[in-house]
């Protein structure tokens, strides 16, 4: 019996899912990159769950890069190279040469899609319906769908 424990603890460990932080949060006055970097540091250490595996570097992950004007690739390796988010913080300080306007016209779109096209508010209905939460009027955007699919909401 003693036995069985460690593989059971170990199955259960391997399927919990790891939050990143809400796609809210800022660094660096980048709204969503916070969570990039939590997708990132759960994928290089393996724990990355497979439900953010399909989009990972895609959808606002790639959104992101696509307005720093970085690839996949060198995020990733600046991410691998730092330990702490503040090392992070520093590297996009320095490395990503974008305006205030360039950053808020970046976290108007996160912010508000879902809620700012006919086909992506369809899509949003669709994830909700799929995730039992097409009875939730509040979650207008794929960042509140994002924080109640992830219990924060």
């Known amino acids: 019996m003693v036995d069985m424990i460690p593989s059971f603890a170990t199955s259960f460990a391997m399927e919990?899912?790891?939050?990143?932080?809400?796609?809210?949060?800022?660094?660096?006055?980048?709204?969503?990159?916070?969570r990039f970097v939590d997708k990132i540091r759960l994928h290089l250490a393996g724990k990355l769950h497979p439900e953010y595996q399909e989009n990972f570097t895609k959808g606002f992950d790639g959104g992101w890069l696509?307005?720093?004007?970085?690839?996949s690739d060198q995020f990733i390796e600046v991410v691998h190279n730092t330990i702490t988010d503040g090392e992070v913080a520093d590297w996009v300080r320095v490395n990503v040469k974008k305006s205030d306007a360039e950053k808020q016209t970046f976290a108007t779109f996160v912010l508000n899609r879902g809620n700012d096209a006919d086909d992506a508010r369809e899509r949003l209905r669709t994830r909700k319906a799929d995730?039992?939460?097409?009875?939730?009027?509040?979650?207008k955007t794929f960042v509140d769908f994002i924080d109640a699919d992830e219990k924060r909401l």
């Open 131 to 139: 995730a039992g939460l097409a009875h939730r009027d509040d979650i």
């Open 16 to 34: 919990k899912i790891i939050y990143p932080r809400s796609p809210r949060e800022t660094m660096s006055g980048w709204v969503y990159l916070p």
């Open 66 to 71: 696509k307005a720093a004007g970085l690839t």
